[in-house]
């Protein structure tokens, strides 16, 4: 069973970073593209960043990029995203997702079949 | 950027069929993807553009696509299928995952 399992969330100033890591289990980590979804209090989902298995291929939102990090360790089936420069409204649950087809490297094959429970960021001013 | 248009709420009675569209420019080119998201939960994938269904959503979940409108079609509609439900592409121009503002589904 595919398990992804997001930490690193809480409460944070603003100015402030914090590295968020999804464990995950139950599938070949190293096959496939991992991406960071999040969702602000009563709001819809926004794509923040997405990894090739490889790490060969990083894409960025426009709004968040400069202040983003995403990366991997592929022998500890982990991914993480580094948010630096924190503002009030980077507070969301924050979801890892795993893509469909382990074949895609990001872009126009890039869905999202499996997801985390999300945790929770929360940047006070 | 590339947007993608969904209405904010569609009601459906139970055992009748709900169409949820989402409207972007030239969308039957794309590869377009549906998620349902309820209250507290991560979404959930529903119907890819590639196998259509994953293998544990009832058949009764489909999608489709012309030039400019896709579409999430739900027959025979119940009281568990009461959710947001957003779609998503690739916009190859940003090379950005782009979603849709979500639809809620209220099933009277």
């Known amino acids: 069973e595919v398990q992804l399992v997001e930490s690193g969330g809480g409460l944070a100033k603003a100015g402030g970073s914090l590295r968020l890591s999804c464990a995950a289990s139950?599938?070949?980590?190293?096959?496939?593209?991992m991406n960071w979804v999040r969702q602000a209090p009563g709001k819809g989902l926004q794509w923040v960043a997405s990894?090739?298995?490889?790490?060969?291929?990083?894409y960025y939102a426009d709004s968040l990029k400069g202040r983003l990090t995403i990366s991997r360790h592929n022998a500890r089936n982990s991914v993480f995203l580094q948010i630096n420069g924190l503002k009030a409204e980077d507070t969301a649950v924050y979801y890892c997702?795993?893509?469909?087809?382990?074949?895609?490297?990001?872009?126009?094959?890039?869905?999202?079949?499996?997801w985390g429970r999300g945790t929770l960021v929360a940047v006070s001013s | 950027s590339y947007v993608l248009t969904q209405p904010p709420s569609v009601s459906v009675a139970p055992g009748q069929t709900a169409r949820i569209t989402c409207g972007g420019n030239?969308?039957?080119?794309?590869?377009v993807h549906w998620y349902q998201q309820k209250p507290g939960q991560a979404p959930v994938l529903v119907v890819d553009?590639?196998?259509d269904r994953p293998s544990a959503i009832p058949e009764r979940f489909s999608g489709s696509k012309s030039e400019n409108t896709a579409s999430l079609t739900i027959s025979r509609v119940a009281a568990g299928d009461e959710a947001a439900y957003y779609c998503?592409?690739?916009?190859?121009?940003?090379?950005?995952?782009?979603f849709g503002g979500g639809t809620k589904l209220t099933v009277l």
């Open positions: 998503q592409v690739w916009d190859s121009l940003t090379d950005h995952v782009v």
């Open positions: 997702a795993r893509d469909g087809d382990p074949h895609c490297s990001g872009g126009s094959c890039s869905f999202f079949d499996s």
């Open positions: 030239d969308i039957g080119s794309k590869s």
């Open positions: 139950g599938f070949t980590f190293s096959s496939y593209t």
């Open positions: 990894i090739s298995s490889s790490s060969s291929y990083i």
């Open positions: 553009d590639y196998s």
